[in-house]
């Protein structure tokens, strides 16, 4: 089945500092990569997506690039900000057939930046 | 443009009691999905929709049962709450056909004391 391993939080930066959140997964076929963000108290939003291998999803200041032969799909940001403190999910699902769009999600990245 | 709304927001539960989430979209969309959320565990998939009359098993369904009367709304019901099932619900909606991308909603946050 599918899985989605997240590197281990929690993360504190100061804030300029640079940012990477690891995520590799596992799956059959060509999953379509995600990362999702939860804000303090509210719900997840979608931060950006890749649908095919080589694909740099982008938002945000946010980047991450698919990679096939790592399994990987890690997060970036050159700068960051403190209104960029949240919860980061890396997430997958398999397109089309019987997926049905469900997602596989990593555990979560606890993000803390500092003024 | 309310997207995905779960009502309640909050509960607290004394164990062996009953109660029902309710998810509505306004999107459209055929798909809906429970999930609950459990620290350091991410989201896991409760139960599943894919059109109006339709459910199907997630990755943990023991002790819920759902409804898809509404191509709208998705309910979540729990009929004898354990502690096991404290945690943050959340409903979400997509349509595949058109992209892959899945709105959530703002959450519930259940506790069974």
Known sequence: GN???Q???PVTLSEEAFLTINCTYTATGYPSLFWY???PGEGLQLLLKATKADDKGSNKGFEATYRKETTSFHLEKGSVQVSDSAVY???LTNAGGTSYGKLTFG???ILTVHP | NAGVTQTPKFRVLKTGQSMTLLCAQDMNHEYMYWYRQDPGMGLRLIHYSVGEGTTAKGE???GYNVSRLKKQNFLLGLESAAPSQTSVYFCASSDPMMNTE???GQGTR???V
């Open chain 1, 3 to 5: 899985s989605v391993t």
């Open chain 1, 7 to 9: 590197m281990e939080g």
């Open chain 1, 37 to 39: 963000v939860q804000y």
């Open chain 1, 89 to 91: 999910f890396c997430a």
């Open chain 1, 107 to 109: 555990q979560g990245t």
């Open chain 2, 60 to 62: 943990v369904p023991d």
């Open chain 2, 102 to 104: 899945a709105f959530f």
């Open chain 2, 110 to 112: 259940l506790t069974v």
